[in-house]
């Protein structure tokens, strides 16, 4: 962390440096040797006391994936490599490439054209020197054997991977010091493949990323439970793509599957012909279809005589079966579908044993927008509406030009309905789509840019659609433009670019955190805009923003925290502005890298005037912070959770919504380990309520267990942790739940 931190212009302040030193550095700096430009390839070097660092220029484009290698090749040279993007600023830097080996690489994805220029040196204050070997890859400009081939040979995505095949089983580890692991995959266009990522051992939450060779995530649905992440997606081009396996949090072995559900894409009107044999009793196809469509998908055999059974299923990304019919010799399955997005068509023979061929045919009739009965709406304007059993889908109209920047944001009256919104264009294209805002089950499309002029369609809908079970009414706002944002007597204003999800945190006064997981505090301070929460509906143009109306006078601390990279490695860069009332107090610019945080401290006065405290600085959270102040996560009635207590994390933290008078049930129970867990409820501000703490449920376990009447209608905290806090011994994983009645919220 200190080491990376002397990239950032106020890092003399955190490692104690002081301003005789800074000033030194920047000496030395200015001394070094001209720029030398080089292209992809291997060079050779040499750093001593005469030439402490020397540097090279390379051009890329964005979307350019990068490595850069510096291997000592003589002496006891201890490399440092630093890499500079074409404004001039640090994007990268790598001391040991991995624990216990002393050559450094970078290897990143580049967002911006340019020239970008490598610093090679070493250690810093060392007296280390030697030659080295630096080897520069660049993707797209590496030549290969057989060009013409896209899946010859992968390309240089910038990472280490390993090259993995359909129906593989892959085992890996995520660890602190090695928290992402990469895996490459030729796949042809239109195959639909569904990737497993499962938990070996230890606390280990997966999470699964398939990225383009851009760097972004282009998976379309994803299924999580307790030790589980599967994804799925369609590949839009034959080429390579990388799957990027991580963690929700902990660490832990686990193994990859990765199998081809579809390779080929059924059109309408289209007729397939193809043969089961009895290896092979279930054939599926990928097809295209939009919200309200009538299909209908028609199978036969065509040889009387081969035994051949017809069986047809519609399936969505996520397996779930959505109509299913069977036939002697011709079965015809008809469906409605109920979202735009890619299907799957599953053809089966019911009879093993036999072999035959079978005709597949695919017809629709496209849906009559009209039918959806639009209401039509105009920008800055709000709507009123209810979602029920009868009704679980809201359509509304309205017309936009290319580049506006449109939000939209339904907010249900009551916790019963869990939002969710879809844009469309008007070919009933999905744009894009949010379930959960912040903590809260509203739903909101923040500054998505509009890709042409033309009509567009909002649907205001509960998650699950037509499957889902909650209800209730909603107001929907539709703006256009950068979001309005209030001024207050004190703010703080957090913006980015990219799919990343930053998050803007400000512990008030009283020690109350406003942030996504809790967007008001008592002292009237409300998280206006949160952008790219876990990494669902990224915006154009990313902004965070709390504020006060009224004056509190006190301490304040404000964090620009990288809480997830969204399928992305690279730095971060950040303007954090404060202010009180219409004047600036200060306005920072800087990049963080995933986990960082850049957090400042602001005193406010009784007549509104403030002063930082200091210029700030970068921190890298212990995993405790990160599970204590990174945002309680929310909790709701049924839901399973799991998560593991240790040594690195002895407390973790849930919030839920609870009425007066409504009794709940919170369990927490061991599943591995010898942990003995301890519960603890508390209110909003992590005061523990009377009589609400519970070390073990009975005298035969170490589980825990709170029966409690909630005093007030208000946001409950519920600590998990265990016997001794931080300084027990116990460690291993449990599972909470909160139980109310079903009128409990």
Known sequence: MLVNSLMTSTAWRIVGLGVVSLLLVVSVRAQTPSVFPVRPGTLEGNINETVPNVRYSFEARAGDSVSILMETTSGDLDPLLILSDPKGEAIERND????????????????????????????????SSGTFRLTLAISNTTATDTPDDP??????????????????????????????????IGAQQGDLVRIVMTRTSDDLLPRLGVLNSQGEDISRESQTQAGEYIATVTFPETGWYLLQASALQGTGRYDLYTSRLADAVLQIGQSLTNTFVPQTTSLSYIINA???????????????????????????????????????????????????????????NRRPEATGDYNLRLTSVPADKESFAP????????????????????????????????????????????????????????????????????ARITQYRLPKDGEYLIIAARAGLRLGVTSGEYQLALTVGEIDLDEGAFSATLTWTGSADLNLFVRDPRGRIVSWSAPQSPTGGTLQVDSNTNCQTPSDQ????????????????????????????????????LQGGTTVIRTLTGSVNVGQRFQIPVRIFDDGSAFVLSEGEI???????????????????????????????????????????????????????????????????????????????????????????????DTYVIAVTRFGVRDGVSSGTYELTLAVPLDGY
């Open 619 to 713: 921190a890298d959270p212990t995993p405790q912070q990160r599970a204590s102040e990174g945002g309680d996560q929310p909790l709701r009635a049924g839901e399973v959770v799991s998560a593991r207590l240790d040594d690195q994390v002895f407390a973790r933290f849930y919030r839920f919504q609870g009425e007066a008078g409504t009794q709940v049930i919170i369990n927490a129970a061991r599943t591995s380990g010898d942990l003995d867990v301890v519960l603890v409820l508390g209110d909003a501000d992590n005061n523990p309520l009377p009589d609400a703490t519970n070390d073990d449920a009975n005298p035969t376990t170490s589980d825990a267990q709170l029966i409690y009447t909630l005093p007030t209608t």
């Open 542 to 577: 990313p902004v965070e923003h709390v504020f006060w109306e009224q004056i509190v006078p006190g301490d304040y601390e404000v964090w620009a925290w990288y809480q997830d990279g969204c399928g992305r490695v690279t730095a971060a860069d950040y303007t954090l502005t």
């Open 96 to 127: 040991d490439r991995v624990s216990g080996d002393r050559n450094a690489e970078i290897a990143l994805t580049l967002f911006r054209a340019g020239t970008y220029v490598i610093e090679a040196t070493r250690f810093e204050n060392g007296t």
């Open 375 to 442: 209401v039509r709406v105009n920008y800055n304007s709000q709507q009123s509406g209810t979602i029920s059993d009868v009704q679980p889908l809201d359509f509304y109209r309205f017309s936009g030009k290319t580049d506006e920047l449109v939000t939209v944001t339904m907010t249900g009256e009551s916790a019963a309905l869990d939002s969710f919104l879809i844009l469309m264009d008007s070919d009933l294209n999905e744009l894009a789509a949010n379930d959960n805002v912040e903590a809260q089950q509203n």
């Open 151 to 184: 899946l010859a040979t992968p390309p240089v995505f910038g990472v280490r991977f390993t090259t993995i095949s359909y129906q593989q089983i892959v085992n890996g580890g995520i660890t602190a010091a090695d928290p992402t692991q990469y895996y490459a």
């Open 290 to 348: 939009r919200i309200g469509d009538l299909i209908a998908v028609t199978m036969f055999a065509t040889d009387a005589a081969s035994g051949v059974t017809p069986s047809l299923e519609l399936l969505d990304l996520s397996l779930n079966v959505l109509a299913q019919v069977d036939g002697d010799r011709f079965a015809t399955m008809r469906a409605t579908i109920p979202r735009s997005a890619p299907y799957i068509v599953r053809a089966s």
